[in-house]
């Protein structure tokens, strides 16, 4: 198995992408790979010019922090649903909360400063 590929063409499909690999031509070698995880350094992502797009990566970790300035938990994964992304975050009390990633829910986000701000609803961190 190659420990370096290149990824010539990508497309979605149902809950995953399809790629086309550079030297992967057949079906035998495709299915080799399958559900090897592809890793991409970071310094090659290339940084969107829109200040309201963000890559998982640039939200993990984050704390988050209410409008007051108090810790409300860390984003320790993204959940990608269909009607917005989800932000997982992990409270203080070990349990986590599924949080809507819109601008009326997270109003400010600073990767640069490691966290962001929510105004979630009444009881949204206690479901």
Do not use: N, Q, W
Request: charged share 30%; net charge negative.
């Amino acid at each position: 198995m190659p420990r370096e590929v290149t990824v010539v063409a990508a497309r979605p499909h149902h809950d995953r992408y399809i790629l086309v690999l550079d030297g992967i031509g057949d079906r035998t070698a495709a299915e080799s790979l399958r559900g090897v995880m592809l890793c991409v350094d970071r310094s090659e992502v290339v940084v969107s010019g829109d200040p309201d797009e963000f890559s998982d990566h640039d939200l993990i970790g984050l704390v988050a922090v209410d409008r007051g300035g108090e810790r409300l938990g860390e984003i320790v994964r993204i959940d990608h649903a269909p009607a917005s992304d989800l932000l997982v975050l992990r409270r203080p009390s070990g349990k986590t909360s599924l949080v809507p990633f819109v601008r009326a829910i997270v109003p400010e986000v600073d990767v640069a400063a490691g966290r962001l701000v929510l105004t979630p609803p009444e009881g949204l961190l206690d479901l």
